[in-house]
């Protein structure tokens, strides 16, 4: 998500900045967990009590009339996940520890993601000393664009890895080049085994990237799909704070320990996926494995959901007779709307101006007193994972779509701020609280919507057919916008100065919440067969 850039000062000159996302009318089956009207009593998937509660079903007020006026006995079928009717007699218990534990497995493909993201922010210099490249900027550059190539390559491939491999088996695959990249890393002893490593663990983190949010999106029940969506970007926040952490107790003298911490996540993912961790029971079905699908489901969501699952039938073997889904296919009929949102989705995130922000955070908190980069970093970092876990909890009341307009509308106002402080003279006395002010609350704004929720819409908006392609597509713009902002940033700064990037990022903003008021539906409390139905009927 952030592009390692040059660290340097915002009251700096433009010249030393230069210097220094099937169609609803083909049968298929829904493979829900639970129910979406559940009552949740003062629960968080992400408090740290294991003491799991249990769910009642409780029963649509139009249905339970409807019992009441016929006074009928009550054992209809109906689909979980989507709140349907069931027996309102009898009690529905389920113990969300199977999807809690299996959510957190693939979370650590997301760490992953953001640990290497920020752990070279501090040592690099120190590395390009001791591997014989000190001073060599292109090599330098080539250490950071190395590990977003791989990401791209990764994410590209990712689609493909999904739908043939599996969500499961595309995950333990991904910890692979994870494992690979970190051990090459540790031990490099030139240049180019270092690049060799951060290529490796690009094409790792790359293909977790595409991965982590399709199989979260499927195994997780409706009433939690938004908090259990969140979780991918709270691990990337937790990966950076980690690696922040690390940086700054171990010092960037040990920057060979640091790479070796990378392998642990990893190995976690690789155990746990690989041994524990069931298959999602929608992409099976999706191939007509029935009964591993019942499995999973059962694994997952209880005796009753895999009950349900079986019943629901489906035209998994139709499906499953099928020729792989072509790229192509993304851009067409209504599928264009769901490429289009998954692509334009993460531009507007990238270009909303998060790497500037985190860029210039070392400089700003440094203006304010606090001398330290590497705590500046940790603060931000955890500013930014603070935020995203008070998204999980409000994301089911305020909704994806309240979210990231809010989200931007913050952002874009923050961005307005900083550049008129940053330009304006009169502002000179109180600029540096302004900008110290707008750098916090900016990132506050991005991590309560337009850092989680992206990862948690893609995979909702999409039929399972495309999923993996447009997942695919939208971590392919994000990998490619996260390297452009990186090479486009300090020449535009030198173009127009600091305040003129600000004001482009502010129209960005304004930009994305005009595109997400038209075109985003809004997808809290339903079902993934219910969203596909709203996307491909909606004129």
């Known amino acids: 998500m952030l592009t390692s850039l040059p660290r340097t000062s ?66 209809s079928a109906g689909g979980l996940e989507g709140g349907g009717p069931g027996n309102t007699n009898a009690a529905v218990k389920t113990s969300l520890a199977p999807v809690l534990f299996s959510v957190a497995i693939a979370s650590m493909g997301a760490i992953e993601f953001g640990y290497h993201i920020a752990i070279l922010n501090g040592p690099l210099e120190l590395i390009a000393s001791q591997l014989g490249f000190a001073g060599q900027q292109a090599m330098l550059g080539g250490v950071v664009s190395s590990f977003l190539a791989g990401a791209a390559i990764g994410a590209l491939t990712g689609s493909n890895v999904a739908d043939a491999a599996g969500r499961k088996k595309g995950l333990v695959i991904s910890s692979l080049p994870l494992v690979a990249g970190a051990v090459l890393m540790a031990l490099a002893s030139s240049f180019p085994t270092i690049i060799a490593g951060r290529f490796v663990t690009g094409l790792g983190v790359g293909l977790s990237s595409c991965m982590v949010p399709i199989y979260i999106a499927e195994v997780a029940p409706t009433f939690l799909r938004g908090a259990l969506g969140s979780v991918t970007q709270i691990g990337i926040c937790s990966g950076i704070l980690i690696a922040q952490v690390v940086n700054l ?6 920057w060979r320990t640091m790479m070796a911490v990378a392998a642990g996540p990893a190995a976690v993912l690789l155990l746990g996926m690989g041994l524990v961790c069931p298959e999602s029971p929608r992409y099976l079905a999706s191939k007509g494995r029935r009964e591993q699908a019942d499995k999973a489901a059962a694994w997952l969501w209880g005796k009753g959901a895999s009950k349900n699952l079986q ?5 998994g073997e139709q499906q499953d007779q099928e020729k792989s889904v072509p790229f192509s296919e993304l851009f067409k009929g209504r599928n264009l709307l769901v490429a289009t949102i998954a692509f334009m989705m993460f531009l507007f995130q990238q270009f ?21 980069v590497a705590l500046a970093n940790a603060v931000t970092g955890l500013v930014n994972l603070l935020g995203t876990i008070a998204a999980a909890g409000i994301i089911e009341r305020l909704g994806r779509k309240t979210l990231l307009c809010g989200s931007f509308t913050g952002q874009g106002i923050c961005m307005l701020l900083m550049g008129l402080a940053l330009a304006i003279p009169a502002f000179e006395a109180i600029r540096t609280p302004i900008v110290l002010l707008g750098t916090i609350l900016y990132i506050l704004c991005f991590s309560v919507g337009c850092g989680p929720i992206p990862a948690l819409l893609v995979p909702e908006l999409s039929p399972e057919r495309i999923r993996g392609l447009a997942v695919s597509l939208a971590m392919t713009s994000h990998w490619t916008c996260n390297f452009m902002v990186g090479q486009l940033f300090l020449p535009l700064v030198d173009a127009v100065g600091i305040s003129g990037v600000y004001y482009f990022f502010a129209f960005t903003c304004l930009c994305a919440v005009i595109f997400t008021t038209k075109l985003v539906i809004e997808t809290k409390g339903r079902s993934l067969e219910e969203i596909e139905a709203i996307m491909y009927e909606k004129k």
């Open 249 to 254: 107790i171990l010092g960037v003298e040990a």
């Open 352 to 372: 909303s101006g998060v790497n500037a922000v985190f860029f210039f955070s070392g400089s700003v908190f440094k203006q304010a007193g606090i001398e330290s």
């Open 311 to 315: 019943s629901s039938g489906g035209s």
């Open 10 to 75: 915002v009251f700096t000159s433009s010249r030393e900045l230069r210097n220094d996302f099937i169609s609803p009318t083909r049968a298929r089956a829904s493979y829900p967990p639970l129910p979406a009207a559940a009552q949740i009593r003062a629960f968080s998937p992400l408090q740290a009590s294991m003491q799991l509660p249990t769910y009642r079903r409780k029963e649509p007020a139009a249905f339970v009339r409807q019992v009441a006026t016929h006074a009928s006995a009550s054992d």
